[in-house]
């Protein structure tokens, strides 16, 4: 990509084949193309993609500086892309037959048998090694195709003969384009690991560790960094004690912590405190020997002393001799490690051993998991600098003078470059050199235009690259993926990992956890290693790691903003349209024609995800179905539309791949498209996207159409609880893991659906008063649905037709799996309350309880739950006495008969309480969280430290204790 030459053989290649062959070369696979008549044009396809693993494995973290080279291994990943695509295709119609001759739901992805094979070859060999293995692979297809053979299959499974034909033809097509690139690229690597230069693991290494720091102070002055500094001296001075101290300074790329260290490193108030001061780059190659013999650099005069010697041990005693009482100050810029603890403990053995006070370690890091590891005292974080010293520091760059009052139109430019570099003083240096090469109107206005073009070559930016070529392969197109989204954006967790694992991104090695648990996984790692930041419940990238991740997906990820006349390549897979700046203004005319005019353009045959954003849209929705229909490939879909249209947009796509489908759905004349008026049906269609993971159709209430459950691989339907309760046999959708559901006394809509549904995590279950027995409840099978984190059980409130103690009964027999963190129990009619809530063993992660309407409830059982942090109570109008644990949250509301609420005394029952409210509690009159404070000191102020919300009302007696005792 441009701006990028010199790059390494690109490991993702590598990881999608294995990704690939993990998921769709399984025995399920293969046992239902021998029925079809398909199995020996896969077999070649698996064959061909396990050399090229073979040869990518072998040859990975080789520079790359070759174009043609380059060119030969993207070409390779296109048709790793289409071997992808038409395997996803065969497996369509595997589902398809499953489904139409009703065999049950099965998922497409499962664990290969015989698994991938990976090598872990010597570079050096590569070739000897592929061929062997190829000789090897031979021999293991014929034996596959004798069993084959043997085997008389007990029916046979018809495919279409044109798609089978148009099947067989593409496996063929790849499988030759395969082995000719594959060749191709195989030979390049030859010649380029024949040359002699550094083996692959050295060339990485030297790739990640170009950049290398100093102690010498590079900047003639630093700005807006006096504060930290000083904030940082004090700590290293003042916060010293008789261990060793490690204070870690954490910050994006490009920030500005080594200047800071540097800044800090030459104050004469360190100089004069610490008798050594001493300074290791330690960048992506953390190496206790390396980094004891820099140190040695520092504090020993006689290198003859150490520079000979290998041994590490013997390296430890040199220095510890040399710092023998001896008050340092030791700054390691630029750390990466975070997993090697018990080589940082290695590094830390001789200086620890140091017999004098205050002796200080400041780390530097881009992670937040390494100032976990290292420090010992908080870590001080850095951001940009604030917009008045930035603006000086701009001038200074770009003007040569920081001071610089000239030109005002110059001035006005340069605010508006400066504005878009967020503070970053790395930006400033290296936009601000730009500028000034050349310090005129006309150079400027070219500056103010393209600056973001002229970035390529700029060392933020090179810095940023080097941040992501350090990431784990896994994360690369994850992070890459997210230029589609507009600057600026605001990401839920949900929906950034349910995306990634539309495109195949997300891979779990273990069964027992969940995809969305490891794609979360995956996006802490993201914000751990700064490519993400997180402020409450959302995710946002800065906007430079916008530009690196636009730079790094340039080959395969494009985006339409505005009218910008951007050229979309041919072979990009994934494409944004951002509308928005034209959503500010409603009453003004949309440029329907131009925008036309640009996606009509855009011929992408192989499109795998089409985002688009902004209400104005909705005037795009012709060219947009055009485009739709023409993306065979489709994966990821999110348009706007009214109820109209969906039928329509949902005619033109293909069915066979698409995973992850949102409407998002607009107002025409201030009327919902889902309101009375415009009451819409999702189309009939919708039903055979056998694929399809995430349906987002928003709050509207739809109609469903039949056959709903034939969406086998469903893991979340975002839509009204009225959708939800309209999906006749639900109990075929497996893989769903939220579902509001109905009990109606009609058939495929009893509480037996619910048995085989072990993926869900939240449930709601209403009108539970349709279930008549004890029997018909344990049906449902709670107890097995080990993810199931939130349920919800719901009684009409009205109903009177079953009895307390068959209601009752119903309820023991709901019991949930022991994992449950979350339970609602609403309008429950009977009046002791289920065993299995009371019971030591049955709910033991519950956290959340909540009760509300059971009208018939007298006692509330000693609720035996230790993780329990919240409790409400809402109109539970019989009960009489409650007995409480350490709780953080008490809500009791509307129970007119409650008189006692008892608990364990003291600082047990209150330390955790953040959140009390008792209303309309007119009977209550013992409360032991007052009661027990009867010598209570009113200047005390730990009675409820953690309080931070308190409520009474209504409850006369309480309230009487309440000042009393305050």
Not at 640 to 657: E, K
């Amino acid at each position: 990509m441009a701006g990028f030459l010199g790059t390494v053989v690109d490991a993702a290649i590598g990881w999608m084949v294995q990704s690939i062959l993990g998921n769709f070369f399984t025995g399920q696979m293969e046992a239902w193309t021998r029925e079809v008549g398909l199995a020996e044009d896969v077999e070649k396809l698996k064959f061909e993609m396990r050399k090229v693993e073979m040869v990518l494995a072998a040859a990975q973290g080789r520079r790359i500086d070759n174009k043609p080279l380059a060119r030969s291994l993207d070409d390779l990943k296109e048709l790793i892309y289409d071997s992808e695509d038409v395997m996803d295709e065969l497996d369509y119609y595997r589902l398809q037959q499953q489904i139409e001759q009703g065999k049950g739901c099965s998922t497409p992805t499962g664990t290969n048998p015989e698994g991938s094979y990976v090598s872990s070859f010597a570079p050096s060999s590569v070739f000897e090694l592929v061929r062997n293995a190829t000789s090897q692979i031979a021999g293991w297809i014929s034996r596959r195709k004798r069993k084959r053979e043997e085997e008389v299959p007990a029916h046979n499974t018809k495919l279409n003969f044109e798609i089978k034909h148009d099947i067989s033809e593409r496996i063929d097509g790849i499988v030759n384009h395969l082995r000719n690139i594959g060749n191709s690229v195989q030979g390049a690597l030859q010649l380029e690991i024949s040359r002699p230069i550094a083996t692959s693991s050295d060339s990485q290494t030297i790739a990640k560790n170009a950049r290398m720091t100093t102690s010498i102070s590079i900047e003639c002055k630093v700005y807006g960094r006096d504060a930290q500094r000083d904030k940082i001296i004090e700590l290293l001075i003042n916060g010293g004690s008789s261990d060793l101290n490690v204070l870690p300074v954490v910050g994006i790329g490009g920030v500005g912590k080594t200047t800071l260290a540097r800044y800090v490193y030459h104050d004469k108030r360190i100089k004069d405190h610490f008798y050594q001061q001493m300074w290791v780059c330690v960048s992506t190659d953390f190496n206790e020997v390396r980094l004891t013999r820099e140190i040695l650099e520092h504090v020993c005069k006689d290198t003859q002393e150490y520079e000979n010697i290998s041994n590490f041990d013997v390296l430890q005693k040199i220095l510890s001799k040399n710092i023998r009482n001896k008050r340092f100050l030791l700054v390691l810029d630029d750390m990466w490690e975070d997993k090697d603890k018990s080589g940082w403990m290695k590094l830390l053995a001789p200086l620890k051993s140091n017999q004098v006070n205050g002796c200080m370690i400041l780390a530097t890091t881009r992670m937040n998991s390494v100032a976990k590891m290292i420090g010992t005292m908080d870590e001080v974080k850095l951001s940009g600098l604030d917009e008045k010293e930035f603006w000086l520091f701009f001038k200074a760059c770009a003007f040569g003078n920081e001071c610089y009052e000239g030109q005002t139109g110059l001035q006005s430019i340069g605010k508006h470059i400066a504005k878009a570099l967020k503070g970053s003083p790395l930006a400033a240096r290296s936009v601000g050199a730009l500028l000034y090469t050349s310090v005129s109107i006309e150079h400027w206005t070219k500056v103010q235009d393209k600056w973001k073009s002229l970035q390529e070559d700029d060392d933020i930016l090179t810095i940023l690259k080097l941040s992501y070529d350090y990431l784990p392969v896994h994360l690369q197109p994850c992070f890459a993926y997210c230029s589609l989204f507009p600057e600026d954006c605001r990401f839920s967790a949900e929906g950034l990992v349910h995306a990634w694992i539309s495109q195949n991104f997300v891979q779990c090695e273990d069964p027992t956890i969940r995809l969305e648990e490891t794609g979360q996984q995956y996006l802490n790692r993201l914000v751990d290693l700064g490519f993400f930041q997180k402020v409450g419940s959302c995710y946002f990238m800065h906007d430079l790691m916008h530009e690196l991740a636009g730079k790094v997906s340039s080959n395969e990820c494009a985006t339409i903003h505005g009218l910008k006349p951007d050229t979309i390549r041919p072979n990009v897979r994934h494409l944004s349209i951002i509308t928005t700046s034209f959503d500010i203004d409603e009453h003004s005319s949309f440029p329907s024609e131009k925008f036309d005019k640009i996606i009509q353009k855009v011929r992408l045959k192989k499109l795998r995800t089409l985002m688009v954003f902004g209400r104005s849209s909705i005037h795009l929705l012709g060219s947009l179905r055009t485009l739709c229909k023409e993306a065979k490939c489709l994966r990821f879909l999110r348009i706007y539309v009214t109820g109209a249209d969906i039928t329509s947009i949902q005619s033109s796509l293909n069915p066979c791949h698409l995973r992850y489908l949102k409407y998002v759905c607009v107002l025409t004349s201030n009327i919902s498209v889902y309101g009375v008026d415009n009451y819409t049906t999702l189309p009939q269609d919708l039903t055979r996207f056998y694929h399809l993971q995430v349906l987002d159709v928003g709050s509207g209430n739809l109609g469903v159409p039949t056959d709903l459950n034939s969406l086998v691989n469903l893991r979340h339907l975002i839509a009204h609880e009225k959708v939800h309760h309209a999906i006749a046999c639900a109990g075929h959708m497996t893989s769903l893991q939220e579902l509001e559901f109905k009990v109606q006394n009609v058939v495929n809509f009893e509480i037996r659906q619910l048995q085989s549904m072990n993926e869900l995590v939240f449930l709601g279950i209403s009108e539970l008063q349709n279930v008549k027995t004890k029997d018909d409840a344990r049906g449902a099978r709670l107890i097995d649905k080990e993810y199931l984190e939130k349920l919800s059980l719901t009684w009409q409130d009205s109903s009177t037709s079953l009895e307390p103690e068959t209601t009752k009964d119903v309820l023991e027999g709901l019991q949930p799996h022991q994992n449950l963190k979350t339970l609602e129990i609403t309008g429950y009619g009977g009046a002791i309350s289920p065993t299995w809530l009371s019971n030591t063993f049955s709910v033991t992660s519950l956290q959340i309880l909540h009760l509300e309407k059971c009208r018939e409830w007298r006692i509330l059982p000693t609720l035996k739950m230790p993780l329990l942090r919240k409790l409400t109570l809402i109109r539970m109008l019989n009960v009489m006495e409650i007995s409480v644990p350490s709780l953080e949250e008490l809500i009791l509301t509307d129970m007119p008969q409650l008189e006692k609420c008892i608990g364990s005394y003291g600082m047990e029952l209150t330390s955790h309480l953040k959140v009390l409210m008792i209303k309309n509690c007119p009977q209550l009159n013992e409360f032991t969280l007052f009661q027990g404070y009867s010598s209570f000191d009113a200047e005390q102020k730990s009675w409820f430290p953690s309080l931070k919300k308190l409520s009474i009302y209504n409850c006369p007696q309480i309230m009487y204790n309440f000042v009393l005792y305050f």
